[in-house]
């Protein structure tokens, strides 16, 4: 496509220093080839690929363990990175002094760029943890303070996030990886009519990101992600779509440049206002995001 000076907004990737602060969840063989340090100067070396003629402008960087140094390593980042628009962190969402921890982390270095929260629900075995009396009251904290609240779950937890759309509707949430489908095995059918109930709260929006990492890792083809992808736009519509890497877990999977080059090719046939929600729009409404003139550059094209 003719290359355009509208902003591509990466709404979800991460950041590890390794010398500064363990991974553990990296000792996973599998992940061996991402198992070091990634900066954001990485990114910019990694992101050249356009979409819809559009450069990387802007990111979200998203915690990646349940750790409060994190977030704030992450958030006093933020403030020196002209890349970074905005963090999404972890903070104890079950501890009695939830509200004391949020508003120091806002009051904190780079507290300004905090914008939603996220716990790895995906991995606790308590199949309504996000039910929880202790963590709805920490949610409950975190929508006072004008924060959202990022879901991660795979697809089987689904519900999860439908209950947690009907009990707190004033709470902004984001699905993040569209919930985690099965690509590889092709077992979409649970996955699409619990993400199109969860699609009925206005207050929801999605993530496409993480897509390639649950599709076969070498062989995947963007037809094989087209089938996730018209889900989405059907149940969400592109207003309530963001794009995202997932990088550099996308490595697993092709990496930044190829995900974005299927991006390119899912949006065949979108309108110029369809892209711009799902390049920029979607991520810049729900984040908060500077926008226009007044963001800061952080691309290096």
Known sequence: MTPTTAPLIDAHHHLWDLAQRPQPWLDD?????????FTPDDLRTAA??????RRLHSTVAVQCVPDVPETKDLLALAEREPLIGAVVGWADLTSPGIGELLDGLLAGPGG???RSLRHLVQGEPDPEWLQRPDVERGLAAVRDRRLCYDVLVRSHQLDQAIRLAERIPDLPQVLDHA??????????????????LLAAH?????????????????KWT????????????????????MFGSDWPVANLAGGWNRWAAAVDELLDGCSDTEI??????TATAFYRLPSGSDARRGDGA
């Open 222 to 241: 963007v037809d094989d992600v087209r089938a996730v992808w018209d889900v989405l736009l059907s149940a969400f519509g592109p207003d309530r779509l």
């Open 179 to 196: 919930g985690k489908p099965s690509i590889a095995d092709g077992e979409l059918a649970d996955w699409e009519s619990q993400l199109r």
């Open 202 to 218: 206005s207050q929801v929006v999605c993530k496409v990101s993480g897509l390639i990492t649950e599709a076969d890792h070498e």
């Open 29 to 37: 063989p599998a992940l061996a080839t991402i198992r070091r340090t």
């Open 48 to 53: 050249t690929q356009p979409v819809a003629g």
């Open 112 to 114: 300004t760029y905090l």
């Open 276 to 281: 711009h929600a799902v390049l920029a729009g």
